[in-house]
């Protein structure tokens, strides 16, 4: 039996040209029985390098799966770990809120219980209150009529301004009508005569006793007049109609800051189209006159969608309706933009 037989051909292996596996094997090679050409046979025996057999590298292969195989149980161990101390905090929380709701539901039904009671107890203090205050009535009625009863007869008695106290109705009605009063039925006027003894006196019901007829004729006359006044007094403002995309903002205020000739309004819409600009409904509802100015500032935003040809549409259909309006139209060019970029062919 040979002394180094070969690990492939089991025949003896001399001392040149072999080499020996550093496997698990250990076992001699002739080089013609492995695959190793001579260049890398030299490097093998100048570097003094490790080399495996056929046999031990799948060996190592499979070892090395299994160590893979091996890692990668105990990293989704570890994770299945972790996930499962997640899931028991998250059921301890569950658990926790479960009981606040169940101690919140019971303390909304207690809530409600005394909001009830409380209710019941307003409810008869109310009616106890209701039934005090009816009493309270009817007592002091009844020592008003008491009082009233008791109080004497007052006859004759001076006042600051020396009238005599009227004791009776008609002598009253006799010291408040004592003007001159007409007589629908005659046309005359009728007089009324007043006994001698009487003193004259300030007759403070004056006004129940003047005729208003004369009165009501003079408020016409005099409402007539300041009508006509105000109406002269009017001067209509000419208007000037902006409609304008963002570029407007605040043109139509600083022209009303700036005089006073005429009205300046402003339909202004940020970011918008030649189409959502020219809205001529709100020319309508201005009721503009042909003196009156349209003013029409758009169309940059729809050059900026490279949609020039839209915005010129728009804008013609928009002068042709304003012919009905006003002949006074103002079509502002496109301002410059300042916000694209380098490559924008705007």
């Given at each position: 039996?040979?002394?180094?037989?070969?690990?492939?051909?089991?025949r003896?292996?001399?001392?040149?040209h072999a080499?020996?596996?550093?496997g698990t094997c250990?076992?001699?090679?002739h080089?013609?029985?492995?695959d190793?050409?001579q260049?890398?046979?030299?490097?093998i025996?100048k570097?003094?390098?490790?080399w495996?057999?056929?046999e031990?590298?799948?060996i190592?292969l499979?070892?090395?799966?299994?160590?893979?195989?091996e890692?990668?149980?105990?990293?989704?161990?570890s994770?299945i770990e972790?996930?499962?101390e997640v899931?028991k905090t998250?059921?301890?929380?569950?658990t926790?809120?479960?009981e606040?709701?169940t101690?919140l539901?019971?303390?909304?039904s207690?809530?409600e219980?005394?909001v009830?009671e409380?209710?019941?107890?307003?409810?008869?203090l109310e009616?106890?209150?209701k039934?005090?205050?009816d009493?309270m009535?009817?007592?002091?009625?009844?020592e008003w009529q008491?009082?009233?009863?008791?109080?004497?007869?007052?006859?004759?008695?001076q006042?600051?301004?020396?009238?005599?106290?009227?004791?009776?109705?008609?002598e009253l009605f006799?010291?408040v009508?004592s003007k001159?009063?007409?007589n629908?039925?005659k046309?005359?006027m009728?007089?009324?005569?007043?006994?001698l003894?009487?003193?004259?006196?300030?007759?403070y019901?004056?006004v129940?006793s003047?005729?208003?007829?004369?009165?009501e004729d003079?408020?016409q006359n005099?409402?007539?007049?300041?009508v006509?006044?105000?109406?002269?007094?009017?001067?209509?403002?000419?208007?000037?109609?902006?409609c304008s995309?963002?570029?407007g903002?605040?043109?139509a205020w600083?022209?009303?800051?700036i005089q006073?000739?005429?009205?300046?309004i402003?339909?202004?819409?940020?970011?918008?189209k030649s189409e959502?600009v020219?809205?001529m409904i709100?020319?309508?509802k201005?009721?503009c006159?042909?003196?009156?100015?349209?003013?029409?500032?758009c169309?940059?935003?729809?050059?900026s969608k490279n949609e020039?040809q839209?915005a010129?549409n728009n804008?013609?259909?928009?002068?042709e309706?304003?012919k009905?309006y006003?002949s006074?139209?103002?079509?502002?060019d496109l301002p410059?933009?300042y916000?694209l970029?380098?490559?924008s062919?705007?």
């Amino acid at each position: 039996m040979p002394k180094y037989p070969c690990g492939k051909c089991t025949r003896n292996v001399g001392k040149c040209h072999a080499v020996l596996c550093k496997g698990t094997c250990s076992k001699w090679f002739h080089l013609k029985c492995t695959d190793l050409k001579q260049e890398g046979f030299k490097q093998i025996e100048k570097h003094n390098t490790l080399w495996f057999c056929n046999e031990c590298n799948l060996i190592n292969l499979s070892y090395k799966e299994d160590q893979d195989v091996e890692n990668i149980n105990e990293d989704l161990t570890s994770e299945i770990e972790n996930l499962n101390e997640v899931i028991k905090t998250l059921n301890e929380e569950l658990t926790f809120a479960k009981e606040e709701i169940t101690e919140l539901r019971s303390h909304s039904s207690r809530l409600e219980i005394l909001v009830l009671e409380k209710e019941e107890k307003n409810l008869l203090l109310e009616r106890k209150l209701k039934a005090l205050l009816d009493q309270m009535n009817v007592n002091v009625g009844k020592e008003w009529q008491s009082e009233r009863k008791s109080l004497p007869l007052v006859k004759n008695i001076q006042t600051p301004h020396n009238t005599p106290v009227a004791t009776s109705e008609k002598e009253l009605f006799s010291n408040v009508v004592s003007k001159n009063i007409r007589n629908p039925s005659k046309g005359k006027m009728h007089i009324k005569k007043q006994p001698l003894s009487t003193i004259s006196t300030f007759n403070y019901y004056e006004v129940l006793s003047s005729d208003t007829d004369d009165y009501e004729d003079e408020l016409q006359n005099i409402d007539a007049e300041n009508v006509q006044v105000k109406e002269q007094n009017i001067v209509t403002k000419k208007k000037l109609l902006l409609c304008s995309d963002s570029h407007g903002r605040d043109i139509a205020w600083n022209i009303n800051n700036i005089q006073n000739s005429f009205e300046a309004i402003g339909y202004v819409k940020p970011g918008g189209k030649s189409e959502q600009v020219l809205n001529m409904i709100n020319f309508e509802k201005e009721n503009c006159s042909n003196d009156d100015v349209l003013v029409l500032m758009c169309g940059a935003n729809d050059v900026s969608k490279n949609e020039s040809q839209v915005a010129i549409n728009n804008i013609t259909k928009a002068l042709e309706m304003a012919k009905c309006y006003t002949s006074n139209v103002v079509l502002v060019d496109l301002p410059n933009r300042y916000d694209l970029a380098e490559w924008s062919c705007v």
